[in-house]
């Protein structure tokens, strides 16, 4: 068993980091907000009081936090994790960051005889719940191999994608799908409501067709009931899209559709739905307002 520093205890790192002290990993978490660890810490997990209290004497490093603005920070601010991070220590990022954040971390790491790897995952937090997050993960391959109990306690699958960034190139190419074809979710749940049908039958027959999908079994019941309870929370998934559209630039590749895309989640944030669920588009499409 390893002993692990947990830094971002939210909605995700809360229970990946209760799945690894499950697991039976020694584990010590830091969240700036300690009121929302405290549940936690009723669980037998230690809570510190600082980042660099829980990174001291840890083997690994795992973060979950919600963008560049906040990976920067937490990694390489003054009270960071690499200032207080042992030679050797392995830094496992899961927060969805652009590649450029991920490689400059990355430099930093290695300068410190650290290793850091950009470890997003894909699922939310029925995911993370259940261990069943898929790690996307860019950077050294031995590093990769050492962290596999850390994977298997939070996941039921790691894939090893290359260099450094390269997990967090795929992540964000794999939000980017999510975005798009929640949108049209959202598009067919107007015309399927507009035509009278039975959302039950509906529901069953688009499953078992070609566009039939994890997301669609798991969005459009969702918009159909106006539940909008976050499973992963559209000002996220509007970030998500901002940096796509970043990297499709740095890439000189063009992303008609995913400009599309993000202008409506842009629009939706805009409008006062970033806390709701990402399928809360629907909304924003629809010209509704969320039900109180």
Known sequence: MHDVAFIGLGAMGSRMALNLHTAGHKVRGFNRDRAKAKPLAEKGLEIADSI?????????VVSMVSDDIATREVMLGGAGVLGAAAAGTVVIDSSTNTPAMARE????????????LDAPVSGSILQAQGKELVFMVGGDAAAFARAQPLFQAMGRMARHMGASGAGATIKLVNNMLSAAATAAL???AQAIEAAGLDPAAALEILGEGAAGSRLLKAKLPKML????????????????????LALAQELDR????????????????????????????????????PRS
């Open 52 to 60: 660099a209290a829980a990174v001291r004497g840890a083997e690994f």
């Open 105 to 116: 971390v990355a430099k930093a790491a290695a300068a410190k005889s650290c290793t850091y």
């Open 186 to 188: 959202a598009e067919a």
């Open 225 to 244: 009931k106006r539940d909008f309870s976050p499973q992963f929370a559209l000002e996220l998934m509007d970030k998500d899209l901002r940096y796509f």
């Open 254 to 289: 063009a992303a008609p559709l995913a400009a599309l895309v993000r202008n409506q989640y842009q629009a939706a944030r805009l409008a006062a739905l970033g806390k709701l669920d990402s399928c809360a588009v629907f909304l924003h499409a629809a010209g509704e307002k």
